[in-house]
């Protein structure tokens, strides 16, 4: 999505909301909890053809936030399942 190409329908009519301004949104809805004092904004990018939406956390302080305070999801071993 962030190369403009949305990755449902591989339409080119992706809209970023990255630069909108109250990117967290009123009570933060436009926002995930890191931890009890601590919101991460989110950038958004939509489809305008399928209305897919990806939603991505951009702040650098805020991604290394999360992989301290979050538990880390181990990749499944995938060699045995059918793909
Ligand atoms: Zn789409």
Redo the contacts with the bound molecule.
């Keep these: 999505m962030k190369t403009g190409v ?1 990755s ?4 080119h ?1 992706i809209f970023s909301g990255a630069g909108i301004a109250l990117k967290k949104g009123p009570f933060g809805s436009n926002s995930i909890p890191i931890g009890l004092t601590s919101i991460a904004a989110l950038d958004n990018f939509v ?1 305008a ?4 939406v990806e939603r991505y956390v951009s702040n650098p302080e805020k991604l290394t936030e999360i992989s301290r305070k979050w538990d880390s999801v181990e990749p499944e071993d995938t060699e045995n399942k059918d793909k």
């Design positions: 949305c449902k329908c591989s339409s009519e489809c053809k399928c209305g897919y």
